[in-house]
């Protein structure tokens, strides 16, 4: 289900009644993917940052997961110098694109099983 396409973005009513079906599909489904735009020259360090940031924050803040986040009070006075100026430029760039501006990515990402 690809909600661009499955859905008539020109109707009104029908995008409405389609927007509240949305977290039982979500939920429902094995697995969601998105897709978040065209891989640029820097995709993969941003990637590999990303992935870094949240190995450390887990090793760090054990069981707190997304929603139940304490504040990263040293990571918030140091702020992120392990990770390199050009890393954090490349993570800053993924998360400037148009999919992040949509409203929906919540739910996209939150009732998502995988």
């Given amino acids: 289900w690809y909600d661009a396409l499955c859905i008539n973005q020109g109707d009104k009513d029908e995008k409405g009644h389609q927007v509240r079906l949305m977290s039982r599909i979500f939920s429902s489904a094995a697995s969601v ?3 978040i735009g065209e891989e640029s020259e820097n995709s993969s360090l941003a990637f590999n940052t990303m992935l870094k940031i949240g190995t450390d924050f887990l090793q760090e803040y054990p069981g707190h997961g997304l929603l139940r986040i ?3 009070t040293r990571w918030q006075e140091e702020g992120f110098p392990a990770y390199g100026s050009e890393g954090l ?3 800053l760039a993924v998360c400037e694109r148009p ?3 949509r409203i929906w990515i919540v ?3 939150l009732l998502a099983s995988k």
């Fill in 89 to 91: 430029k490349a993570v």
């Fill in 70 to 72: 304490k504040p990263a």
């Fill in 99 to 101: 999919w992040f501006r």
């Fill in 33 to 35: 993917l998105a897709y």
């Fill in 107 to 109: 739910q996209e990402l």
